[in-house]
C-alpha cells in the first residue's frame, strides 16, 4: 500500500508560469514532508520541507503548502526556469528517527 | 567535505554472483539508508541504521544484507544476484533525532545484472 501517492507522472509548463507540484499521503502519522529534486545521474537533493504543524513554508521561488485535512501537499514553483526541469519526489517520516517514504516522482519539464 | 561517497558508479554482474555496493559519508551522521529507484517506482528502501551496530530492514530487503560497524561506513551487499536487482542504488544519510531534517544522497551505483 503506497502512503505517499504522487498521481501525475509529469508536468509541462513554460518558462516563467507557475508549476505546482501535487502529493498525497495516507498516513496521519506523518508530521514531516520533504520535496526533493533528481537531475538525471544524480542523487536526490533536498530542496524544502514542512512540518505538519505549519501550512506553508516558503524558500525564493519554492512554497509548499500543506493541507492535513485533506492528506495533501504541494510544491509550487514561480517563476518556472528551464533548469528546474527534473524528478520531484515527495517524502515522509513520522518522527524525528523514522525512514523517509517516498512517492513515485513526477517529471517536470520547464519549456523555454 | 565529500558528503555522501558511493562506489562503484556502475557496474554489471552475472547471476549468481555476489558484490557489495560501498557507501561512506564524512558528516557524522547517524542515520544511513539505502534506496533503490526503478521506474515508476521512486525510492524504495532497502535497508537503513539509525547508528553504529544497529540495522533495520526497509519496505523491499529481500536478496540484501547490510552491516554498520563504524558511522562513516554502510556497505549494501548482494548475496546471489538476480535480474530483478537490476537497478539504481542510492544511499543516503542524515542526523538523527532531529525533526524533519534533510537526509544528503550519493551520486548513486547503477547495477545490471545479465
Known amino acids: 500500500d503506497q502512503q505517499v501517492k504522487q498521481n501525475s507522472p509529469s508536468l509541462s509548463v513554460q518558462e516563467g508560469r507557475i508549476s505546482i507540484l501535487n502529493c498525497d499521503y495516507t498516513n496521519s502519522m506523518f508530521d514531516y514532508f520533504l520535496w526533493y529534486k533528481k537531475y538525471p545521474a544524480e542523487g536526490p537533493t533536498f530542496l524544502i520541507s514542512i512540518s505538519s504543524i505549519k501550512d506553508k513554508n516558503e524558500d525564493g521561488r519554492f512554497t509548499v503548502f500543506l493541507n492535513k485535512s485533506a492528506k495533501h501537499l504541494s510544491l509550487h514553483i514561480v517563476p518556472s526556469q528551464p533548469g528546474d526541469s527534473a524528478v520531484y519526489f515527495c517524502a515522509a517520516s513520522t518522527g524525528a528517527n523514522s525512514k523517509l517514504t517516498f512517492g513515485k516522482g513526477i517529471t517536470l519539464s520547464v519549456r523555454p | ?114
Open chain 2, 1 to 114: 567535505n565529500a558528503g555522501v561517497t558511493q562506489t562503484p558508479k556502475f557496474q554489471v554482474l552475472k547471476t549468481g554472483q555476489s558484490m557489495t555496493l560501498q557507501c561512506a559519508q564524512d558528516m557524522n551522521h547517524e542515520y544511513m539508508s539505502w534506496y533503490r529507484q526503478d521506474p515508476g517506482m521512486g525510492l524504495r528502501l532497502i535497508h537503513y541504521s539509525v547508528g553504529a551496530g544497529i540495522t533495520d530492514q526497509g519496505e523491499v530487503p529481500n536478496g540484501y544484507n547490510v552491516s554498520r560497524s563504524t558511522t562513516e561506513d554502510f556497505p549494501l551487499r548482494l548475496l546471489s544476484a538476480a535480474p530483478s536487482q537490476t537497478s539504481v542504488y542510492f544511499c543516503a544519510s542524515r542526523y538523527r533525532g532531529v525533526k524533519g531534517t534533510e537526509a544528503f544522497f550519493g551520486q548513486g551505483t547503477r547495477l545490471t545484472v545479465v
